[in-house]
């Protein structure tokens, strides 16, 4: 009981220090329930919403700069380490569980013979409702996760994955399709 009035404190002082630190570049629901730390930094012009219940283990680390537009859904689960970068848009549904060590990125370095430069080639990362991504996974820029997908645990996705589909691999690749709906 104790530890629930403590979640239920944790999450309202996060509200109020989003507010504060970001006003009107942050939109977060009171009722979440945060277990460990969850570290914003917003840059630029870009922004960061959250749905209600959502639920973390922390540490999470949710970045948004140039005019990047994170968004996530109701009932989101995020366990430990989870790191979502936005330079242009990330989009994650409702019901959507994210394991350990999972990055997320919507862009890439620009490299040229010379080298790495501070540009980006940005793309949008959409994750539909009621996912569940694996431990370890990267969920990399342009990629739409559909409805009900499963990432294996080590997965790379590069691609677009279909719905209800079960994903898996470095690059991530089909391992079985039309999963329970």
Request: hydrophobic residues 45%.
């Amino acid at each position: 009981m104790l530890g629930k009035i403590f979640r239920v404190i944790k999450s309202l002082i996060f509200f109020c220090i989003s507010k504060i630190l970001y006003n009107k570049k942050i939109k977060v629901h009171m009722l979440n329930s945060l277990r460990g730390k969850v570290l914003v930094d917003i840059q630029g012009n870009s922004k960061i919403t959250i749905g209600k219940f959502m639920m973390t283990q922390g540490p999470l680390y949710l970045k948004a700069t140039a005019s990047g537009n994170l968004y996530i859904g109701d009932n989101a689960f995020f366990n430990h380490n989870v790191s979502i970068t936005c330079s242009e848009s990330i989009f994650i549904g409702n019901n959507v569980d994210i394991a350990n060590n999972v990055v997320i990125v919507d862009h890439d370095h620009v490299v040229d013979s010379v080298g790495v430069k501070d540009e980006y080639i940005t793309a949008p990362v959409i994750i539909d409702d009621n996912v569940w991504i694996g431990a370890n996974a990267i969920i990399l820029k342009g990629v739409h996760i559909g409805k009900g997908a499963v990432i294996a645990a080590g997965a790379v996705v590069t691609k677009n994955v279909p719905a209800h589909s079960l994903v898996g691999g470095i690059p991530a690749k089909p391992i079985s399709h039309n999963q329970t709906k």
